[in-house]
Protein backbone atom coordinates (compact mmCIF):
# COMPACT_ATOMS: atom_id res chain seq x y z
CA UNK A 1 0.00 0.00 0.00
CA UNK A 2 1.06 3.31 -1.16
CA UNK A 3 2.05 5.52 2.05
CA UNK A 4 2.28 9.57 2.29
CA UNK A 5 4.27 10.39 4.78
CA UNK A 6 3.15 13.58 7.03
CA UNK A 7 6.07 15.72 7.97
CA UNK A 8 7.30 15.78 11.22
CA UNK A 9 4.36 14.20 13.49
CA UNK A 10 5.82 11.02 11.14
CA UNK A 11 2.58 10.05 10.13
CA UNK A 12 1.54 7.64 8.29
CA UNK A 13 -1.47 7.89 6.14
CA UNK A 14 -2.10 5.29 3.85
CA UNK A 15 -4.48 5.29 0.98
CA UNK A 16 -7.78 3.89 1.50
CA UNK A 17 -11.09 2.85 -0.57
CA UNK A 18 -12.92 5.94 -0.14
CA UNK A 19 -12.35 8.96 1.79
CA UNK A 20 -8.57 8.57 1.37
CA UNK A 21 -8.96 7.20 -1.75
CA UNK A 22 -7.05 9.94 -3.91
CA UNK A 23 -4.57 11.20 -2.10
CA UNK A 24 -1.65 9.92 -4.43
CA UNK A 25 -3.08 12.79 -6.92
CA UNK A 26 -1.90 15.53 -4.00
CA UNK A 27 -4.37 18.29 -2.22
CA UNK A 28 -5.20 20.23 -4.75
CA UNK A 29 -8.91 21.30 -5.35
CA UNK A 30 -8.04 20.22 -9.38
CA UNK A 31 -6.76 16.83 -8.50
CA UNK A 32 -9.69 16.35 -5.74
CA UNK A 33 -12.15 17.19 -8.72
CA UNK A 34 -10.95 15.03 -11.54
CA UNK A 35 -11.06 12.17 -8.75
CA UNK A 36 -14.21 13.28 -6.80
CA UNK A 37 -16.34 15.40 -9.56
CA UNK A 38 -18.60 18.41 -8.59
CA UNK A 39 -21.02 17.98 -5.64
CA UNK A 40 -24.55 18.20 -6.82
CA UNK A 41 -27.20 20.60 -4.70
CA UNK A 42 -29.27 18.65 -2.48
CA UNK A 43 -32.37 19.41 -0.97
CA UNK A 44 -32.67 19.20 2.50
CA UNK A 45 -35.45 16.37 2.48
CA UNK A 46 -33.67 13.84 0.12
CA UNK A 47 -30.56 14.46 1.96
CA UNK A 48 -32.00 13.78 5.13
CA UNK A 49 -33.46 10.55 3.45
CA UNK A 50 -29.90 9.45 2.37
CA UNK A 51 -28.23 10.41 5.53
CA UNK A 52 -31.18 7.52 6.87
CA UNK A 53 -29.63 5.19 4.89
CA UNK A 54 -26.60 4.81 4.84
CA UNK A 55 -26.67 6.02 8.55
CA UNK A 56 -23.90 7.95 8.79
CA UNK A 57 -23.16 8.86 12.73
CA UNK A 58 -20.73 11.73 13.89
CA UNK A 59 -16.65 10.85 13.81
CA UNK A 60 -15.73 12.69 17.10
CA UNK A 61 -16.55 10.05 19.10
CA UNK A 62 -19.91 10.13 20.67
CA UNK A 63 -21.57 8.89 17.50
CA UNK A 64 -24.57 10.28 17.01
CA UNK A 65 -26.87 10.74 13.94
CA UNK A 66 -25.35 13.02 11.56
CA UNK A 67 -28.80 13.58 10.08
CA UNK A 68 -30.67 14.35 13.32
CA UNK A 69 -27.99 16.90 13.94
CA UNK A 70 -28.61 18.67 10.55
CA UNK A 71 -32.57 18.54 10.79
CA UNK A 72 -32.42 19.67 14.25
CA UNK A 73 -30.15 22.73 12.70
CA UNK A 74 -32.54 23.12 9.99
CA UNK A 75 -35.48 23.21 12.30
CA UNK A 76 -34.35 25.64 15.06
CA UNK A 77 -35.03 28.96 14.74
CA UNK A 78 -32.35 31.43 13.06
CA UNK A 79 -29.53 31.17 10.12
CA UNK A 80 -27.87 27.94 11.45
CA UNK A 81 -23.99 28.64 11.21
CA UNK A 82 -21.41 25.45 9.98
CA UNK A 83 -18.45 24.47 11.92
CA UNK A 84 -15.84 22.02 10.90
CA UNK A 85 -14.26 21.37 14.26
CA UNK A 86 -10.62 20.05 13.08
CA UNK A 87 -8.97 20.72 16.52
CA UNK A 88 -8.78 16.88 17.86
CA UNK A 89 -8.03 17.83 21.32
CA UNK A 90 -6.97 14.29 21.84
CA UNK A 91 -3.64 14.01 21.22
CA UNK A 92 -3.23 10.47 20.15
CA UNK A 93 -6.24 11.02 17.19
CA UNK A 94 -4.03 12.39 13.84
CA UNK A 95 -7.40 11.33 11.52
CA UNK A 96 -8.39 15.11 11.09
CA UNK A 97 -4.65 16.42 10.74
CA UNK A 98 -4.73 13.59 8.33
CA UNK A 99 -7.18 14.26 6.04
CA UNK A 100 -6.61 18.36 6.45
CA UNK A 101 -3.23 17.49 4.81
CA UNK A 102 -4.12 15.07 1.85
CA UNK A 103 -7.86 15.43 0.99
CA UNK A 104 -8.66 18.91 2.37
CA UNK A 105 -11.36 19.19 -0.49
CA UNK A 106 -13.52 16.71 0.84
CA UNK A 107 -14.17 18.04 4.19
CA UNK A 108 -14.90 21.78 2.72
CA UNK A 109 -16.90 19.89 0.20
CA UNK A 110 -18.92 18.04 3.13
CA UNK A 111 -19.13 21.61 4.92
CA UNK A 112 -20.35 23.48 1.74
CA UNK A 113 -22.92 20.90 0.79
CA UNK A 114 -24.01 21.08 4.86
CA UNK A 115 -24.03 25.31 4.37
CA UNK A 116 -26.27 25.30 1.34
CA UNK A 117 -28.68 22.74 2.26
CA UNK A 118 -29.16 24.72 5.75
CA UNK A 119 -28.92 27.97 3.95
CA UNK A 120 -26.01 29.77 5.55
CA UNK A 121 -23.27 30.96 3.70
CA UNK A 122 -20.65 30.64 6.53
CA UNK A 123 -18.30 27.66 7.02
CA UNK A 124 -16.66 27.41 10.58
CA UNK A 125 -12.95 26.14 10.60
CA UNK A 126 -11.64 25.29 13.52
CA UNK A 127 -7.80 24.30 13.37
CA UNK A 128 -4.97 23.14 15.71
CA UNK A 129 -3.39 26.37 16.64
CA UNK A 130 0.07 24.21 17.01
CA UNK A 131 -0.42 22.27 14.22
CA UNK A 132 1.01 24.52 11.23
CA UNK A 133 1.05 22.32 8.25
CA UNK A 134 -2.44 21.75 9.31
CA UNK A 135 -3.11 25.71 8.77
CA UNK A 136 -1.51 25.99 5.82
CA UNK A 137 -3.09 22.98 4.33
CA UNK A 138 -6.26 24.72 5.00
CA UNK A 139 -5.45 28.19 4.07
CA UNK A 140 -4.37 26.84 0.84
CA UNK A 141 -7.34 24.82 0.27
CA UNK A 142 -9.74 27.79 1.30
CA UNK A 143 -7.28 30.01 -1.06
CA UNK A 144 -8.65 27.90 -4.18
CA UNK A 145 -11.81 28.12 -3.72
CA UNK A 146 -11.85 31.89 -3.72
CA UNK A 147 -15.10 31.79 -6.45
CA UNK A 148 -17.53 30.23 -4.53
CA UNK A 149 -19.89 32.30 -2.50
CA UNK A 150 -19.05 31.12 1.15
CA UNK A 151 -17.38 32.58 3.53
CA UNK A 152 -14.44 30.28 5.51
CA UNK A 153 -13.56 32.20 8.69
CA UNK A 154 -10.45 30.34 10.69
CA UNK A 155 -10.12 29.35 14.53
CA UNK A 156 -7.38 28.85 16.21
CA UNK A 157 -7.73 26.20 19.14
CA UNK A 158 -5.90 25.68 22.24
CA UNK A 159 -3.74 22.54 22.49
CA UNK A 160 -5.38 20.95 25.06
CA UNK A 161 -7.29 17.98 25.57
CA UNK A 162 -10.78 19.41 26.53
CA UNK A 163 -10.67 22.22 23.79
CA UNK A 164 -11.78 19.77 21.42
CA UNK A 165 -15.13 19.72 23.06
CA UNK A 166 -18.46 20.91 21.36
CA UNK A 167 -19.00 24.01 24.18
CA UNK A 168 -15.56 24.72 23.97
CA UNK A 169 -15.24 24.98 20.23
CA UNK A 170 -18.27 27.29 20.47
CA UNK A 171 -16.62 29.38 23.46
CA UNK A 172 -13.51 29.85 21.03
CA UNK A 173 -15.55 31.30 18.19
CA UNK A 174 -16.94 33.62 20.66
CA UNK A 175 -13.56 35.26 21.59
CA UNK A 176 -13.57 33.66 25.14
CA UNK A 177 -11.07 31.08 26.54
CA UNK A 178 -11.60 27.65 24.27
CA UNK A 179 -12.63 25.78 27.27
CA UNK A 180 -15.78 23.86 28.15
CA UNK A 181 -18.71 25.76 29.65
CA UNK A 182 -22.43 24.31 30.42
CA UNK A 183 -24.91 24.18 27.90
CA UNK A 184 -28.72 23.73 28.76
CA UNK A 185 -29.21 23.04 24.60
CA UNK A 186 -27.38 21.18 22.19
CA UNK A 187 -25.73 23.39 19.59
CA UNK A 188 -27.82 22.14 16.77
CA UNK A 189 -30.18 24.30 18.46
CA UNK A 190 -28.91 27.48 20.22
CA UNK A 191 -24.86 27.04 19.26
CA UNK A 192 -22.47 30.23 17.81
CA UNK A 193 -24.22 32.99 18.78
CA UNK A 194 -27.07 31.41 20.05
CA UNK A 195 -28.00 30.34 16.43
CA UNK A 196 -28.40 26.89 15.20
CA UNK A 197 -24.42 25.16 14.78
CA UNK A 198 -24.10 22.37 12.50
CA UNK A 199 -20.78 21.36 14.74
CA UNK A 200 -18.71 18.25 13.45
CA UNK A 201 -15.23 16.89 12.61
CA UNK A 202 -13.41 16.86 10.36
CA UNK A 203 -14.28 13.23 9.14
CA UNK A 204 -17.68 13.84 9.36
CA UNK A 205 -17.79 16.55 6.64
CA UNK A 206 -15.81 14.30 4.82
CA UNK A 207 -18.36 11.02 4.58
CA UNK A 208 -20.90 13.44 3.78
CA UNK A 209 -18.97 14.77 0.93
CA UNK A 210 -18.21 11.42 -0.13
CA UNK A 211 -22.43 10.32 0.05
CA UNK A 212 -22.83 13.74 -2.11
CA UNK A 213 -20.92 13.19 -4.55
CA UNK A 214 -21.08 9.58 -5.22
CA UNK A 215 -24.82 9.23 -4.41
CA UNK A 216 -26.13 6.49 -1.62
CA UNK A 217 -25.05 3.26 -4.21
CA UNK A 218 -21.29 3.99 -4.11
CA UNK A 219 -21.46 4.92 -0.66
CA UNK A 220 -23.49 1.44 0.36
CA UNK A 221 -20.65 -0.60 -1.37
CA UNK A 222 -18.44 -0.03 1.60
CA UNK A 223 -18.79 -2.09 4.82
CA UNK A 224 -21.38 -4.35 5.75
CA UNK A 225 -25.26 -3.71 5.31
CA UNK A 226 -26.05 -2.81 8.63
CA UNK A 227 -23.13 -0.50 8.88
CA UNK A 228 -22.24 0.95 5.53
CA UNK A 229 -19.00 2.50 4.57
CA UNK A 230 -15.67 3.57 6.56
CA UNK A 231 -14.15 4.94 9.65
CA UNK A 232 -10.70 6.54 9.83
CA UNK A 233 -8.28 4.87 12.22
CA UNK A 234 -5.37 6.38 14.15
CA UNK A 235 -3.45 3.17 14.88
CA UNK A 236 -0.29 3.75 17.26
CA UNK A 237 1.80 0.19 17.62
CA UNK A 238 5.01 -0.70 17.53
CA UNK A 239 5.38 0.33 13.80
CA UNK A 240 4.58 4.01 15.05
CA UNK A 241 1.50 5.82 14.29
CA UNK A 242 -1.03 5.63 11.18
CA UNK A 243 -3.54 6.91 10.01
CA UNK A 244 -6.17 3.62 8.29
CA UNK A 245 -8.93 3.74 6.47
CA UNK A 246 -10.77 0.63 7.38
CA UNK A 247 -14.14 -0.37 6.08
CA UNK A 248 -17.02 -1.52 8.57
CA UNK A 249 -16.82 -5.33 8.82
CA UNK A 250 -12.92 -5.71 8.45
CA UNK A 251 -11.51 -7.55 10.67
CA UNK A 252 -9.55 -6.34 13.44
CA UNK A 253 -6.63 -8.76 12.15
CA UNK A 254 -6.11 -6.76 9.17
CA UNK A 255 -6.06 -3.53 10.81
CA UNK A 256 -3.37 -4.56 13.37
CA UNK A 257 0.44 -5.68 12.88
CA UNK A 258 0.42 -9.09 12.70
CA UNK A 259 0.27 -10.41 16.13
CA UNK A 260 -1.63 -7.40 17.77
CA UNK A 261 -5.45 -9.18 18.29
CA UNK A 262 -3.16 -10.95 20.93
CA UNK A 263 -1.85 -7.95 22.74
CA UNK A 264 -4.26 -5.64 25.08
CA UNK A 265 -5.20 -3.06 22.68
CA UNK A 266 -6.92 0.28 23.88
CA UNK A 267 -9.93 1.28 21.76
CA UNK A 268 -11.40 4.73 21.32
CA UNK A 269 -8.74 6.69 23.01
CA UNK A 270 -8.20 8.02 26.25
CA UNK A 271 -11.53 8.04 27.14
CA UNK A 272 -11.66 4.79 25.48
CA UNK A 273 -12.26 1.25 26.67
CA UNK A 274 -9.82 -1.84 26.43
CA UNK A 275 -9.82 -4.86 25.13
CA UNK A 276 -7.91 -8.03 26.15
CA UNK A 277 -5.50 -9.98 24.57
CA UNK A 278 -6.77 -11.84 21.87
CA UNK A 279 -10.63 -10.42 22.28
CA UNK A 280 -10.35 -8.43 18.79
CA UNK A 281 -9.47 -11.90 17.09
CA UNK A 282 -12.84 -12.50 16.72
CA UNK A 283 -14.13 -9.05 16.39
CA UNK A 284 -14.79 -6.57 13.64
CA UNK A 285 -14.18 -2.21 13.01
CA UNK A 286 -18.04 -2.40 13.85
CA UNK A 287 -18.88 0.29 16.35
CA UNK A 288 -22.58 -1.93 17.29
CA UNK A 289 -20.08 -5.40 16.94
CA UNK A 290 -18.24 -3.40 19.62
CA UNK A 291 -20.86 -2.06 21.84
CA UNK A 292 -22.16 -5.62 21.99
CA UNK A 293 -19.30 -6.92 24.13
CA UNK A 294 -18.85 -3.35 25.95
CA UNK A 295 -15.95 -1.68 23.97
CA UNK A 296 -16.29 1.94 21.71
CA UNK A 297 -14.87 2.84 19.03
CA UNK A 298 -14.81 6.44 19.70
CA UNK A 299 -13.10 9.00 17.45
CA UNK A 300 -11.28 5.71 15.89
CA UNK A 301 -7.78 5.67 17.73
CA UNK A 302 -6.42 2.25 18.37
CA UNK A 303 -3.62 2.28 21.17
CA UNK A 304 -1.34 -0.85 21.67
CA UNK A 305 1.01 -0.01 24.50
CA UNK A 306 4.48 -0.98 24.58
CA UNK A 307 4.00 -3.09 28.35
CA UNK A 308 1.70 -3.15 30.91
CA UNK A 309 -1.70 -1.98 29.99
CA UNK A 310 -2.52 -0.96 33.65
CA UNK A 311 0.55 0.73 34.42
CA UNK A 312 -0.63 2.57 30.94
CA UNK A 313 -3.77 2.72 31.95
CA UNK A 314 -2.68 4.84 35.27
CA UNK A 315 -0.06 6.99 33.06
CA UNK A 316 -3.20 8.11 30.94
CA UNK A 317 -5.12 8.85 33.76
CA UNK A 318 -2.71 10.86 34.72
CA UNK A 319 -2.28 12.91 32.08
CA UNK A 320 -6.25 13.77 32.27
CA UNK A 321 -6.22 14.71 35.54
CA UNK A 322 -3.79 17.37 34.06
CA UNK A 323 -5.66 18.11 31.36
CA UNK A 324 -8.92 19.19 33.55
CA UNK A 325 -9.55 22.33 32.20
CA UNK A 326 -10.70 22.99 36.59
CA UNK A 327 -13.42 25.02 35.90
CA UNK A 328 -15.66 21.78 37.13
CA UNK A 329 -15.21 21.05 40.86
CA UNK A 330 -15.59 17.13 40.17
CA UNK A 331 -13.33 17.33 37.45
CA UNK A 332 -10.29 19.79 38.97
CA UNK A 333 -10.76 17.68 42.45
CA UNK A 334 -12.04 14.15 41.36
CA UNK A 335 -9.27 12.89 38.35
CA UNK A 336 -6.32 13.95 40.58
CA UNK A 337 -7.78 11.74 43.25
CA UNK A 338 -8.31 9.13 40.61
CA UNK A 339 -5.49 9.33 39.12
CA UNK A 340 -3.85 8.43 42.79
CA UNK A 341 -6.01 5.62 43.30
CA UNK A 342 -5.68 3.64 40.07
CA UNK A 343 -1.27 4.36 40.91
CA UNK A 344 -1.80 3.23 44.02
CA UNK A 345 -3.57 0.00 42.34
CA UNK A 346 -0.51 -0.66 40.05
CA UNK A 347 1.79 -0.32 42.67
CA UNK A 348 -0.47 -2.90 45.25
CA UNK A 349 -0.82 -1.12 47.81
CA UNK A 350 -4.91 -1.01 47.49
CA UNK A 351 -7.11 1.19 45.86
CA UNK A 352 -9.25 -0.82 44.27
CA UNK A 353 -12.56 0.24 45.80
CA UNK A 354 -11.09 3.86 46.13
CA UNK A 355 -11.03 3.99 42.26
CA UNK A 356 -14.23 2.32 41.72
CA UNK A 357 -16.03 5.34 44.39
CA UNK A 358 -14.19 7.79 42.87
CA UNK A 359 -15.48 6.64 38.87
CA UNK A 360 -18.67 6.97 40.20
CA UNK A 361 -17.94 10.47 41.88
CA UNK A 362 -16.93 11.87 38.99
CA UNK A 363 -19.47 10.64 36.46
CA UNK A 364 -21.95 12.91 35.10
CA UNK A 365 -20.56 15.93 36.86
CA UNK A 366 -18.90 18.16 34.53
CA UNK A 367 -19.64 20.61 32.06
CA UNK A 368 -17.88 18.01 29.41
CA UNK A 369 -17.51 14.51 29.27
CA UNK A 370 -14.16 14.54 30.49
CA UNK A 371 -14.81 13.29 33.99
CA UNK A 372 -17.64 10.53 32.34
CA UNK A 373 -14.62 9.78 29.39
CA UNK A 374 -11.56 9.30 31.73
CA UNK A 375 -13.99 6.78 34.38
CA UNK A 376 -15.12 4.87 31.75
CA UNK A 377 -11.24 4.03 30.41
CA UNK A 378 -10.35 3.55 34.35
CA UNK A 379 -13.26 0.81 34.64
CA UNK A 380 -12.58 -0.70 31.85
CA UNK A 381 -8.85 -1.22 32.87
CA UNK A 382 -10.01 -2.83 35.96
CA UNK A 383 -12.23 -5.09 34.85
CA UNK A 384 -11.09 -6.29 31.54
CA UNK A 385 -7.50 -7.15 33.39
CA UNK A 386 -8.77 -8.76 36.66
CA UNK A 387 -5.77 -10.74 37.03
CA UNK A 388 -3.48 -8.26 36.28
CA UNK A 389 -5.09 -6.20 38.65
CA UNK A 390 -4.37 -9.25 41.29
CA UNK A 391 -0.95 -9.66 40.55
CA UNK A 392 0.19 -6.50 40.76
CA UNK A 393 -2.15 -6.13 44.53
CA UNK A 394 0.56 -8.92 45.39
CA UNK A 395 3.91 -6.60 43.82
CA UNK A 396 3.78 -8.09 41.01
CA UNK A 397 3.61 -7.49 37.07
CA UNK A 398 2.93 -10.03 33.91
CA UNK A 399 4.56 -7.70 31.87
CA UNK A 400 7.81 -6.98 33.70
CA UNK A 401 10.55 -9.90 33.87
CA UNK A 402 10.37 -12.00 36.93
CA UNK A 403 7.33 -10.11 37.97
CA UNK A 404 4.45 -12.62 37.60
CA UNK A 405 4.13 -12.48 41.10
CA UNK B 1 -55.75 13.28 37.86
CA UNK B 2 -53.54 15.47 35.17
CA UNK B 3 -57.31 16.89 33.62
CA UNK B 4 -58.48 17.50 37.02
CA UNK B 5 -55.07 19.66 37.72
CA UNK B 6 -54.50 21.21 34.97
CA UNK B 7 -58.36 22.71 36.35
CA UNK B 8 -56.96 23.80 39.57
CA UNK B 9 -54.37 26.70 38.08
CA UNK B 10 -52.25 27.23 35.26
CA UNK B 11 -48.77 25.89 35.40
CA UNK B 12 -50.33 23.08 38.18
CA UNK B 13 -49.36 20.79 35.29
CA UNK B 14 -45.98 21.00 35.71
CA UNK B 15 -45.83 21.25 39.49
CA UNK B 16 -47.71 17.77 39.27
CA UNK B 17 -44.62 16.21 37.26
CA UNK B 18 -41.26 15.08 38.44
CA UNK B 19 -38.34 17.60 37.87
CA UNK B 20 -34.74 17.17 37.47
CA UNK B 21 -32.07 19.62 39.05
CA UNK B 22 -29.08 20.25 37.17
CA UNK B 23 -25.69 21.95 38.24
CA UNK B 24 -23.89 24.29 36.23
CA UNK B 25 -20.73 22.71 37.40
CA UNK B 26 -17.75 26.11 35.91
CA UNK B 27 -20.79 27.90 38.24
CA UNK B 28 -20.24 26.12 41.64
CA UNK B 29 -17.95 26.56 44.01
CA UNK B 30 -18.99 24.44 46.95
CA UNK B 31 -20.50 26.88 48.97
CA UNK B 32 -23.26 24.08 50.18
CA UNK B 33 -26.36 25.96 50.56
CA UNK B 34 -28.10 23.57 48.50
CA UNK B 35 -27.32 20.93 51.20
CA UNK B 36 -28.90 23.12 53.80
CA UNK B 37 -31.75 23.79 51.87
CA UNK B 38 -32.43 20.60 50.28
CA UNK B 39 -31.16 17.88 52.29
CA UNK B 40 -33.58 15.08 51.05
CA UNK B 41 -31.73 15.38 47.62
CA UNK B 42 -28.27 17.00 48.12
CA UNK B 43 -25.45 15.33 49.34
CA UNK B 44 -22.18 16.63 49.62
CA UNK B 45 -19.22 15.21 48.06
CA UNK B 46 -15.63 14.62 49.42
CA UNK B 47 -14.70 18.30 48.41
CA UNK B 48 -18.03 19.93 49.20
CA UNK B 49 -20.11 19.82 45.50
CA UNK B 50 -23.49 18.74 45.36
CA UNK B 51 -24.59 15.01 44.61
CA UNK B 52 -27.72 15.64 43.23
CA UNK B 53 -29.43 12.35 44.18
CA UNK B 54 -32.87 11.53 42.75
CA UNK B 55 -35.60 13.49 40.53
CA UNK B 56 -37.22 16.47 42.54
CA UNK B 57 -41.05 15.15 42.81
CA UNK B 58 -43.90 17.72 43.45
CA UNK B 59 -43.90 17.46 47.09
CA UNK B 60 -39.68 18.78 46.93
CA UNK B 61 -40.46 21.26 44.53
CA UNK B 62 -41.23 24.07 47.05
CA UNK B 63 -37.51 23.09 48.64
CA UNK B 64 -36.22 22.88 45.62
CA UNK B 65 -36.86 26.42 44.49
CA UNK B 66 -35.26 27.84 47.89
CA UNK B 67 -32.55 26.25 47.04
CA UNK B 68 -31.99 27.05 43.14
CA UNK B 69 -33.12 30.99 44.53
CA UNK B 70 -30.50 30.37 47.49
CA UNK B 71 -27.39 29.35 45.53
CA UNK B 72 -25.00 32.44 45.81
CA UNK B 73 -23.66 31.35 42.75
CA UNK B 74 -26.85 30.74 40.52
CA UNK B 75 -25.59 27.15 39.57
CA UNK B 76 -28.58 24.87 39.87
CA UNK B 77 -31.50 25.23 37.89
CA UNK B 78 -34.83 23.26 38.08
CA UNK B 79 -35.91 21.85 34.78
CA UNK B 80 -39.12 19.71 33.90
CA UNK B 81 -38.41 16.06 33.81
Not at chain 1, 112 to 141: C, N
Amino acid sequence: MTAAVLGPLGVDVERGPAVLAAIDSGPSLAAHRRWHGEPGRPQLTPLLADLERVGLRGRGGAGFPFGRKLEAAAEASGRPSVVVNLSEGEPASAKDAALARTAPHLVLDGAVTAARVLGSREVHLVVPGADLQVRASIETAVRERRDERIRFDMHRADEAFVAGQAAAVIELMAGRPNRPVTTWQPAAVRGHRGRPTLLSNGETFAQLALLVLHGVDAYLAHGTPGEPGTALLTVHDDLGCRVVEAEFGTKWEAVLASDDVDRPVLLGGYHGTWADAGELRDLTVSRTGLADVGLTLGAGVVLVPDGCPLTFAASVTSYLADESAGRCGPCFNGLPALAEALHRVTTGIGGRGETERLCRMVERRGACAHPDGTARMVRSALTRFPAEVDRHARGGCSYRAGGGG
Amino acid sequence: MPAAAAATAPGAVADMANHQLRVDWPACQARGLCFELLPEVIELDDWGYPVVGSEITPELLAAARAAVRGCPRMALRLRPK
